[in-house]
């Protein structure tokens, strides 16, 4: 009877959680498609208006495993990752550095992980709006032509973006000479300053030149201000952590570096930026927003600033996975080797929405030219594109690459068209 019981319950905080964190996702159906399209990009919103929908093209007969050996999800993508390592300050002659996530076709000895990209690519997201253009690399970089600089500030989500990105212009675009330069000149500068060896750079600052002047900065920040001081820093921090028995120091390096050399206040510049599931509470965020918003409204107010939305991990994939990798840590002789993910409130899905609303809130009070894109929605109906269970532990925020993301990088480059207009 207790047994019974605590199932109950189980069942039903499950089911409560579940509603709570996915309200109204968006399926895939043929009944959206079969609307009526759109003309207007002001009055259409292609993140909404649209659903993924199976591909139905020459590419569709390869999307089924084992059909044509060899095929892999990133050629058919037409990813180019080439550019990864040197942009993301990887070590360019070991190709392990590359093996990583989110780019789970490359994960040694995890099958099932390998085989999600080439099936996120049988469905494919199709927007309703009839100016909602299909990525275009060269196009891409002739917006940023001149000048100009996108930057894309956040957590480990929104690399996945940055990544994403690197790989979808490819190398043919790229202005190889500039971003060597860019690199090398951060890397002294950081060494020189904060005594940052390459190493304590890598996936945490990314930088890649195109052709034609533009250029895309990445840095890697949970917080947008400092963990440890809780403010806006124009310096390194070192923020003390601990894992298990063994202590190490974080370094955080400051965002501000790379605006504060906008001479032009950000004129003709991007801004996009995202955090969310590193927050334990809206006091905090509130106060990180504020300080946030007030710095770039006082340094680049005319920078187009966009925030993206907090996308909340799927609680059907961690249904899924949780059991086989706790199966894992019981049969596993050493519980150190093994482990599963923490609870999905553990990382404040449920409070991803209300994140949301939080930024949107303070824009209107420090920065109201600023604008959304919106990512959450469209992403929820793709549950299938997390890794799930990645080195015996549970993944089911972060997706794999090639894959949805991809979409927010094309709604980001119709934006973009749409704001040179």
Known sequence: ???YCRQLVSSWMFLSLLITIQSHPLRSSSRHHSSPSIDHLDVCDPAV?????????????VLVPGTVPGTSAESIANYDCSRFPIASFLPTDLIGYTHVMPLCERLDHQPTVQ????SNLKLVWRSKCNRYSRFDGVEFSQLLAGGRTLYIIGDSTTEEMWISLVCMLGKEVVDDAATALGVETFERYAFETWGLTKNKLMRKVGMLHMRGG??????????LTSQRTGNIEEDLVEVPKQFGDITYVEEEIPWTYFLNRDKNEGEFDTLLFNTGSHYKSSEKL????????????????????????NVPGSI???FKFKGEANNKLNSSSSSSSSGSSSSPTTWNWDKFKKWDQIWKREAEKYFPLIKVLD???MSMGRSDAHPGLVFGKVDCLHMCLPGPVDEWNNLLYNELLRWKK
């Not at 208006?49 to 591909?55: S, V």
């Not at 085989?115 to 080439?118: A, G, H, M």
């Open 49 to 61: 208006e649209g659903a993924w929908l199976p591909r139905h093209d020459p590419l569709a007969p």
């Open 375 to 377: 990512v959450r929605q």
């Open 214 to 223: 533009g250029r895309i900065v990445f840095v890697r920040s949970n917080y």
């Open 115 to 118: 085989s999600v990209p080439l």
């Open 286 to 309: 509130n106060a990180s927003a504020a300080l946030f918003l007030q710095w770039i409204a006082k340094h680049v107010p005319l920078m187009n600033v966009w925030y993206r939305t």
């Open 1 to 3: 009877m207790i047994k």
């Open 316 to 318: 059907e994939c961690e």
